[in-house]
């Protein structure tokens, strides 16, 4: 099914409204142009328009992290305790992915 939007899924959906960013392990989600987001147990988002990057994860600074949907993860080492927990053997000179997206104001 070429057309399905495929589910990015969250550890800790926590979102503000606005722009939001996820930082994932590798490059598949470089690229993927909509996704939806389960935001509570059984709840999934409209699909959402991405924007990706790849960078080296030693490269980012608190100021690319600024939109992180996480306040745990707004830090590099925050980021990267954060990574460590939930990708085991992630190391620091890995390529990630910035997601970004834009999330609705609420109701």
């Known amino acids: 099914m070429p057309d399905a939007v495929p589910l990015l899924g969250f550890a800790t959906p ?21 996704a ?5 147990p059984g709840q999934l988002s409209a699909p ?9 994860f030693d490269t980012l600074t608190a100021a690319d992290l600024a939109d992180e949907h996480d306040p745990a993860c707004r ?10 927990q939930l990708y ?5 000179d ?6 970004h997206f834009q999330w609705p104001a609420s109701g």
């Open 94 to 99: 890995e390529t990630v992915t910035l997601v």
């Open 14 to 34: 926590l979102f503000h409204t606005g722009r939001n960013t996820s930082v994932r392990r590798g490059q598949r989600w470089h690229g993927v142009p909509r």
């Open 88 to 92: 085991p053997g992630f190391e620091q």
């Open 48 to 56: 959402l328009e991405l924007r990706t990057e790849l960078r080296r």
């Open 75 to 84: 830090t590099p080492p925050g980021l990267l305790a954060v990574m460590q």
């Open 36 to 40: 939806c987001i389960e935001y509570a």
